[in-house]
């Protein structure tokens, strides 16, 4: 009897380990399989849809020619304005007519503001100096002008692969007729700062377009912001429409164009701004610098103030300088992926 009852037990015992040891093999199997044609799979794709993504890039979207001509004070005015990428074409549109009219009114006629501080410390111990320097440069650019939104044509437009609308639009006679009632708000900002610590360096470098469009009766009332913050060889860029912000995909924009620029001589008092950002990125820094640039170089009220003070060596220096300014971009030059830009301006005295 109880070798019956041993021989039973010892059978149920086996038997269990047995139905263990197989579920086991079924669950391992299970998700070797899983890994194999779910996990695996998608991860696979990803990998190939990023990798396509990068080969799409390398070959460069051409610019149309109608990009590069001058654009001048006078009369119609023709301006370019560009949307940012991964936009629905009809907002793209929107986007760029507006940022067209913004850089219009920059150029017809601007209010330039900049404030320059320059610190200098220096601190002397047993056997070392310890020396920090510090240089910010804020360039403010404000423009209003009443018009009638109705005479505007839009003369071009172009969609890139990136799906950034290009427009170009054409000012009419009748743009800022007496009788006109909508307003145009446009604000640039550039921001500079360098700071120097003994043989260490960094720079922050800042820029905010802001536009604001009120119409006649409200219907068509428009914010747009747009705002690109670098430091070291990271960036940052936002971008609002109204309440909605616009979502920018991480890649390297890349274009080209039939015109064969060159560079020269007259390049050099130039920076060149990188279109690997986008072509609005490059345009609208590219505009916000030359304005800085000019800014320092033209006559205008100026104020200084010198602090100096006496813990070893401590100085501040503030520059403060306002100007009423007109500009013309007078065209683009494109070489290898790079964006110059030919701005001349003038103080209106």
């Known amino acids: 009897m109880n070798r019956i009852f041993l ?52 070959i460069p979207e051409q610019l149309p020619d109608w990009f590069f001509p001058a654009i001048q004070n006078t009369t119609p005015v023709e301006i370019i304005g560009v949307s940012d990428p991964g936009m629905e074409w009809e907002e793209a549109k929107k986007q760029a007519e507006l940022r067209a009219l913004a850089l219009f009114a920059i150029i017809h006629s601007s209010t330039v503001s900049n ?49 950034e609308a290009i427009v170009k639009i054409r000012i009419n006679n009748n743009f800022q007729s007496l009788s006109a009632k909508d307003t145009i708000y446009a604000t640039g900002e550039h921001l500079q700062v360098f700071v ?82 986008g072509l609005w990125n490059a345009y609208i820094t590219g505009v916000l610098s030359n304005i800085t640039w000019l800014s320092k170089r033209l006559s205008g009220a100026v104020k200084n103030s010198n602090d100096f003070y006496t813990l070893k060596s401590e100085m501040f220096v503030r520059t403060v300088s306002k100007n009423n300014i007109f500009f013309e971009l007078q065209g683009f030059k494109m070489i290898e992926n790079d964006l110059y830009l030919d701005f001349t301006g003038k103080t209106n005295q």
């Open 196 to 277: 120097e610590r003994n043989f260490k360096s960094e720079k922050l470098e800042f820029f905010d377009f802001i536009i604001n469009s009120q119409t006649d009766n409200d219907s068509g009332s428009l914010n747009l912001q747009y705002s690109f913050k670098q430091a070291y060889r990271s960036y940052e860029i936002t971008s609002f429409v109204g309440q909605d912000t616009i979502d920018f995909e991480p890649r390297t924009y890349n274009y080209r164009t039939e015109f064969e620029f060159k560079k020269d001589s007259t390049d050099l008092e130039f920076k060149y701004f990188g279109l690997n950002k």
């Open 115 to 163: 404030i320059t501080d320059d610190y200098t410390n220096l601190r002397e111990g047993d056997g070392y100096a310890l020396y920090s320097t510090k240089f910010q440069d804020f360039v403010l650019t404000k423009s209003k002008i009443v018009c009638d939104l109705s005479a505007i044509e839009v003369v071009d437009t172009f969609f890139t692969k990136y799906n």
């Open 7 to 58: 021989l039973t037990l010892f059978i149920l015992i086996c038997s269990g380990i047995f139905s263990q040891e197989t579920k086991t093999e079924i669950i391992n199997q299970d998700k070797t399989n899983y890994e194999k044609n779910v996990f695996d799979k998608a991860f696979e794709e990803i990998n190939d849809s990023l990798n396509y993504r990068k080969r799409y890039d390398l």
